[in-house]
C-alpha cells in the first residue's frame, strides 16, 4: 500500500539548520508532484514547498530563501532543507503527493505521511 514516512525532525536553535525527508512506496514515485506542508498548533496546515515531476520547484513565501525542497526518483525520497530556522517555523511537517498537481492546498494531495515535529527554540 501506498505509505509516507517522514524522518529528520527535532529540536534546533533559532538560526540553525535541519533537513527532514520522507520515504516513499507503493506508488510509483516519478510520476507523482510531491510537497511539504506544516500545521502549528491551533493553526491550519499550511504549504510549504513543492517539486514537480521533472524538478521544478515552488516555495511558499515565508520559506523562500531558507528551505530548499528537492527529490531523488532513484531512492523513492524528497528532501526538506531548511536553514536560517526561526521560531515561526515549529510545526509538525508532514509529506504528500499528488498525481496531477504541485499544488499549494492540501485538498490537492492524495497521499500524506504521518508528520514529524520540527520546534525552533529562540
Known amino acids: 500500500q501506498v505509505q509516507l514516512v517522514e524522518s529528520g525532525g527535532g529540536l534546533v536553535q533559532a538560526g540553525g539548520s535541519l533537513r527532514v525527508s520522507c520515504a516513499a512506496s507503493?506508488?510509483?514515485?516519478?510520476?507523482?508532484?510531491m510537497g511539504w506542508f506544516r500545521q502549528a498548533p491551533g493553526k491550519e496546515r499550511e504549504f510549504v514547498a513543492a517539486i514537480t515531476r521533472s524538478g521544478i520547484t515552488y516555495y511558499a513565501d515565508s520559506v523562500k530563501g531558507r528551505f530548499t525542497i528537492s527529490r531523488d526518483n532513484t531512492k523513492t525520497m524528497v528532501y526538506l532543507q531548511m536553514n536560517s530556522l526561526k521560531p515561526e517555523d515549529t510545526a509538525v511537517y508532514y509529506c504528500?503527493?499528488?498525481?496531477?498537481?504541485?499544488?499549494?492546498?492540501?485538498?490537492?494531495?492524495?497521499?500524506w505521511g504521518q508528520g514529524t515535529q520540527v520546534t525552533v527554540s529562540s
Open positions: 507503493g506508488f510509483i514515485f516519478s510520476n507523482y508532484q
Open positions: 504528500a503527493a499528488d498525481r496531477v498537481f504541485a499544488g499549494t492546498r492540501p485538498d490537492e494531495y492524495d497521499y
